[in-house]
């Protein structure tokens, strides 16, 4: 059973994911991906007898199934299948978890069988490259979810960051506000307010620091 999903798309409890958790994303599912092609490639080079081939394509099943399963699990800093598209994509219509895994398990079956060169190491290996174009565009589907996510996530955070920078000017505001009217009432209370003009301008100054924070958080956000 794979766990619930939570309810936000692109998030996680309603919160955006790290865009370095979507880098790992993209790069596990793309070296799904990858992994699957040459996968298939040595397994026809092992098929032929060449050096060291059945062992490329044992290391790059065993890397293609740990990013199927890093993909799928909610742990180690990843959040397994975290939204609807990647549910049904996964479990759904496009049934991606059968389908890999099947793909999988059957290149297991094919490099034991070319290994032991068996009677029907011919047949399953014909059977692994029939099912290599419709797995690639499997996984190339689910790519460009987790592509899709990560610019719904980038879209999600400037809006939470403007929200938030939005906040600080208010509050900036008033502070520039409070410094001015200190500084007047500093002015009028000559000597007795010399240290109070001296806070005044500080604050001031602080103002003006977080305007320029302001505007290049601002840009940053695009």
């Known amino acids: 059973m794979h766990a619930p999903i939570p309810p ?26 990858f992994t699957s ?3 298939v490639l040595y397994a026809v080079l092992a098929s032929q007898q060449q050096d060291g081939a059945a062992t490329i394509a044992a290391e790059a099943l065993a890397l293609f199934r740990s990013a199927h399963k890093s993909l799928l699990t909610d742990g180690d800093g990843l959040p ?3 939204c609807p598209e990647l549910e049904q994509a996964y479990f759904g219509k ?8 099947a793909f999988g398990d059957l290149a297991e079956r094919t ?3 070319i290994a032991h060169n068996a ?16 797995t690639l565009a499997i996984l190339n589907q689910i ?18 960051l403007r ?28 000597q007795a307010g010399k240290e109070f003009s001296v806070v005044a301008g500080v604050l001031s100054n602080i103002s003006g620091e977080i305007d320029e924070m302001v505007a290049a958080a601002l840009a940053a956000a695009g």
Do not use: W
Request: net charge positive; charged share 25%.
């Open 94 to 101: 496009l049934q991606g978890d059968r389908e890999i895994t």
């Open 37 to 39: 092609q040459r996968l």
């Open 163 to 190: 929200g938030v920078i939005t906040d600080i000017e208010t509050i900036n505001r008033q502070a520039r506000m409070v410094a001015f009217n200190a500084r007047i009432v500093a002015a009028r209370a000559g």
């Open 8 to 33: 936000a798309s692109g998030s996680r409890g309603g919160k955006p994911l790290p865009g370095e958790v979507f880098g790992a994303l993209i790069n596990l599912s793309g070296r799904r991906r």
């Open 80 to 82: 397994g299948v975290f």
């Open 111 to 113: 490099l034991k069988a």
């Open 119 to 134: 009677s029907d190491s011919a047949e399953l290996l014909a059977e692994l490259v029939r099912i290599t174009t419709p």
């Open 143 to 160: 790519t460009t979810i987790y592509e899709e996510q990560a610019k719904s996530n980038a879209r999600l955070v400037k809006k939470q």
